[in-house]
């Protein structure tokens, strides 16, 4: 693998450009690259969901994705997310609800639950658990989580903080 | 002061405590890292000139080496270096896993790397040392590996005939372990007997999957003579006398540091061949060295577990009392017996549990345990609980349905009654207090089983199938040495706490327990702020550093709360004792008089406040001048902790799972599980809630789902997550959790394991609502995982394989 290519994108608002491996998948082009650790290798085959992040405002699998695909990309991690605040009122709930254990899965966990609420997701149970059966998680059982989306979900659409 | 302690003393047993964090949901210090992405696991840590180890793999079940050629590996972009099994025999020394105390236990030495053969596919042959993983992936395509193939050893059942090969010739056979427990009298009572009742059990291999896979970074600095291994482990100090034993260094020339671990239920807990290669290619290389496994990796290389197969009979009188229990379990753990907890605890733990809840006299159980080629397995969540729990409650049920009786009738008749305590069962187990019979009675109240009867019977005559299946269960925590300890291991049963006060009254409380998200240094914060006087958020946590914290076993089998918990309250409360007698000294007040409460000195009798703690600690820090010249200054403090009377806190409870079988289909979909557990003094509510939930949902998994499928050639066929499937949001039920209280008297906190309990009961429960639920059709499954598959053979709609 000499070929190496040039790529320039925008993380959690910052421009950075690499020269980068074709093969370079995206969860390690954050983790070796730009030293974003918060997503997370899991399974590396695109099923666990511990690696998801924000391409373009989508939700997508940092292990299945090609680092060198996202020339002008806006890529949004765990860190950006956090450090807008955008995320906030859905870690807190979190927090509350104790909806992480070990905490691997939860950044990843994190963004699908806010893909959820960002496409107008409703304090409800079932739709909830469906939307994140695409992420997994080992220790909690998932009802804490679920708790906890529906809790911010609630307050969402009741305009409480 | 000199009064003994008592929990009242202590504050523990007042229902209302304004002062205190025990008993109270408060929220994880560490949870905000977590929701921000900022923890540190093992794979965050990088360190300059740091190389990536990668593995060759066998991929045969069982293979001669016949050659290895490393040449055009070694030559590859990035490659710093090769090691073959050879290569690493000449710095780690080989291990074997037997417990004394298991007697006639055998099994061959491993070493890190094999010299001759593979004796499981997956098992890690040949290292490549690269500068990135990618370089060590492409190199270890090029590594040629001369294999002959040998005859894999797959099936249990025909491990120890005669015709079978023996895989480790120097052991004679490929029997492992065997134990009988046996009261006598078993055959009279069966012979004797109104009923008696019997199934084949299966209970299906599976493993841990913990989202972060295994990860070791291992340094070894020359110029130091130290090796520091950045381990994602349940039991750090355990690690530093692995690595220092198997690489001839003193114990105080190994540092093992865990931060952040990704999730362990028992896998991580082990000493794994690849990790010990690691460790050892550092120590020659001089530089560090990182492994983090790959899912396929971590499917083929984890312990795998559970891999049993057991016939079970029980006798009951006519009256629905129970006779006796008959049992004898099979299973296989692969090639080797994993160090240092051994592969044979599992099935030592069902001879020890079955028929644990009951009150009987008769008694025989055997456990064999043999070799195969397949991944090794060892300890994984509530070990041997729930095959005991279910071949216990399976043959309960069986009884109740030959009697005519309701399940919670045939239970309530035969559970030991909560006044009989301190009891030993009929296999030697010694219970200091259960309540077996409150925890039904919530429970019953919980689920309301007449109204889903009334359910059950409307929707049958629908055409829909829905079952309520019951299981009591009791759990080992709190592991004296008779665990291990007694058998040789050098795991630690004690553990200790050091708290000590900084300059401006933050308290810092280092411990030998770990955190792998239970929420350990929660817990320990709240115990630590209660028993030092001071908010919690004043209270840092250190734990996962030898270097560091006090000498301790670490977190497994339901020992944090119990233990760690334990050896924290008494340093923390040592620790207010010693600030209060300083305080005494320089107000010179009594120290009878003084408390220490949120922070401050205060009036013992008027709470009022005589000094902040901050202006305690400028004076002993910075101003010891100024104190009487015998005056102590001593503001820290350790204890450790090891229970004396009893060799395990048991734990006890009652789950019940309420389904819907699909009898065109066989999908079990599950609509609601209740557990009521009493796991002794309850710290935090809500972590406790937590721990059993996750457990109930491992243990639905291991019923419904999960399974490490092998070929007859011993390959692993599931070895992605498409694969192997895990419990997901959408298929698993809200669980509800009541609890009954039962401190132990071995501690002043009373605190018993509560991480266990659910995977313990759960799969009892399902299964047996899944029988209820094709009652109508006598159909009945034992064998787990329940698939469509087996559901549907068993109703007799497709042909059995």
């Known amino acids: 693998m000499k070929t190496r290519l040039d790529v320039t994108l925008t993380v959690n608002g910052e421009r950075v450009t690499r020269s980068i491996e074709p093969r370079l998948h995206l969860i390690d082009f954050l983790r070796l690259e730009l030293g974003l650790t918060g997503a997370h290798a899991g399974c590396e085959h695109g099923v666990c969901g511990a690696c998801t992040v924000r391409v373009n405002g989508e939700i997508v699998r940092g292990c299945l994705t090609l680092a060198a695909s996202l020339e002008g990309a806006r890529v949004e991690t765990i860190e950006g997310l956090s450090d807008s605040g955008e995320i906030r009122a859905l870690q807190d709930a979190f927090v509350a609800h104790n909806a992480c254990q070990c905490g691997f899965c939860t950044p990843g966990m994190l963004t699908t639950a806010a893909d959820y609420l960002a496409q107008g997701g409703a304090a409800d149970r079932a739709a909830i658990r469906e939307h994140i059966s695409g992420n997994y998680c080992r220790c909690t059982g998932y009802q804490a989580i679920v708790d906890a989306i529906e809790d911010a979900a609630r307050r969402r659409a009741g305009g409480a903080a | 002061m000199s009064a003994p302690r008592t929990p009242e003393s202590l504050g523990l047993s007042r229902a209302d405590l304004p002062n205190s964090y025990i008993g109270r949901s ?3 210090p560490t949870a905000r890292k977590l929701v921000e992405g900022r923890a540190t696991y093992t794979d965050d840590v990088s360190l300059p000139r740091m190389l990536h180890a990668v593995f060759v793999r066998s991929p045969h079940a069982h293979a001669r080496i016949a050659s290895i050629d490393v040449a055009r590996a070694a030559a590859a972009p990035g490659v710093v ?6 290569d690493l025999a000449k710095v780690c020394d080989p291990w074997v896993a037997t417990l004394a105390h298991l007697k006639g236990m055998k099994s061959a030495p491993q070493y890190a790397l094999p010299l001759e053969r593979a004796t499981w596919q997956g098992e890690a042959v040949v290292a490549i040392v690269a500068d990135t993983v990618a370089h060590g992936e492409d190199a270890a395509a090029l590594v040629e590996i001369d294999w002959a193939p040998l005859p894999a ?8 005939s005669p015709e079978t090969p023996v895989l480790h010739a120097e052991l004679g056979d490929n029997l492992v372990f065997t134990r009988t427990a046996d009261t006598g009298g078993v055959d009279e009572a069966f012979a004797n007997a109104a009923h008696v009742v019997e199934a084949t059990f299966v209970s299906g291999r599976h493993t841990g ?4 896979p295994r990860s070791i970074l291992a340094d070894f600095n020359r110029a130091e003579g130290m090796l520091t291994v950045w381990h994602s482990t349940q039991a750090p100090h355990m690690m530093q006398g692995v690595f220092a034993k198997q690489l001839r260094l003193p114990e105080s020339d190994v540092r093992v540091i865990t931060r952040d671990v990704g999730g362990s239920f028992g896998v991580k807990v082990h000493v794994y061949p690849d990790e010990m290669a690691v460790a050892a290619m550092a120590r020659v290389l001089g530089r560090p060295v990182k492994f983090v496994a790959d899912r396929f990796e971590s499917f083929v290389s984890d312990i795998h577990a559970r891999d049993h197969r057991i016939k079970g009979r029980i006798a009951v009188d006519a009256d629905g009392r129970i006779l006796g229990f008959d049992i004898d379990d099979l299973t296989g753990i692969g090639p080797y017996s994993v160090y240092p907890r051994t592969s044979a605890i599992e099935g030592n733990q069902v001879v020890n549990l079955c028929g644990g809840p009951y009150d009987f006299k008769h008694y025989r159980c055997t456990t064999t345990v043999v ?12 070990v041997g609980h729930p095959i005991a729990t279910a071949v216990t409650e399976g043959l309960v049920d069986l009884a109740a349905e030959r009697l005519g009786l309701d399940p919670i009738e045939l239970r309530r008749r035969n559970l030991i009654r909560d006044d009989a305590y301190p009891f030993t069962s009929p296999p030697g187990m010694r219970f200091e207090g259960l309540s077996h019979h409150a925890a039904l009675d919530k429970l019953v109240a919980m689920v309301e089983p007449e109204k889903l009867r009334a359910e059950q019977a409307a929707l049958r005559a629908r055409g829909v199938y829905r079952g309520l299946g019951f299981a009591s269960f009791i759990e080992l925590t709190n592991p004296s040495p008779f665990m291990y300890g007694i058998g040789g291991a050098r795991i630690s049963a004690q ?11 933050s308290v810092v409380a280092m411990s030998g327990v770990t955190e792998q998200g239970q929420g350990t240094e929660a817990i320990l914060a709240q115990i630590v702020a209660h028993g030092v006087g001071v908010p919690v958020e004043r209270v840092k946590i250190v734990t996962g550093d030898t270097r560091v914290t006090p000498y301790g076993g670490g977190t497994w089998a339901c020992r944090g709360a119990g233990i760690g918990g334990e050896a924290a309250l008494q340093s923390a409360v040592a620790l207010r004792e010693q600030l209060i007698s300083v305080a005494a000294a320089i107000l010179q007040a009594a120290p009878e008089t003084l ?7 205060v009036d013992r009798a008027s709470g009022s406040s005589r000094m902040p703690l901050a202006e305690l600690g400028r004076l002993v820090y910075f101003r010891g001048d100024t104190l009487p010249k015998d005056a102590p200054r001593e503001f820290v403090q350790t204890r450790h902790f090891i229970t004396k009377d009893y060799p395990f806190a048991f734990t006890n409870g009652v789950q019940a799972s309420w389904l819907e079988v699909d009898v065109e289909t066989g999908l079990v979909r599950l609509l609601k599980h209740w557990v009521v557990e009493d796991c ?9 809630d937590e721990q059993v939930r996750g457990g109930v949902v491992q243990g639905i998994g291991g019923a419904l789902y999960e399974q490490c499928v092998y070929d007859a050639e011993g390959q692993l066929r599931t070895t992605t997550m498409a694969d192997y499937l895990v419990p997901l949001a959408a298929d698993m039920p809200d669980i509800a959790v009541g609890h009954v209280e039962t401190p132990t008297r071995e501690s002043l906190l009373g605190a018993k394991g509560a991480g266990e309990a659910g995977t313990a009961g759960a799969p009892a429960a399902v299964m047996n609502a899944i029988n209820d639920a094709l009652r109508p059709f006598g159909a009945k499954l034992f064998a787990q995982p329940f698939t469509p598959e087996r559901i549907l053979t068993a109703l007799g709609r497709v042909a059995p394989r």
Request: hydrophobic share 40%; net charge negative; with cysteine.
């Open chain 2, 153 to 160: 050893l797959a099936d249990i059942e025909t491990a120890l």
């Open chain 2, 371 to 382: 070799l195969q080629n397949k991944t090794p397995t060892c300890q994984y969540r509530a």
């Open chain 2, 495 to 505: 553990d200790g706490c050091t708290v000590r006060m900084d300059p401006d009254g």
């Open chain 2, 26 to 28: 408060v929220p994880r």
């Open chain 2, 595 to 601: 408390d220490v409460a949120m922070g401050e000195i």
């Open chain 2, 209 to 212: 999957v913990t989202l972060e």
């Open chain 2, 680 to 688: 002794g003094r309850i710290v935090n509510p809500k972590l406790v």
């Open chain 2, 81 to 86: 270096r090769v090691f073959t099994g050879a």
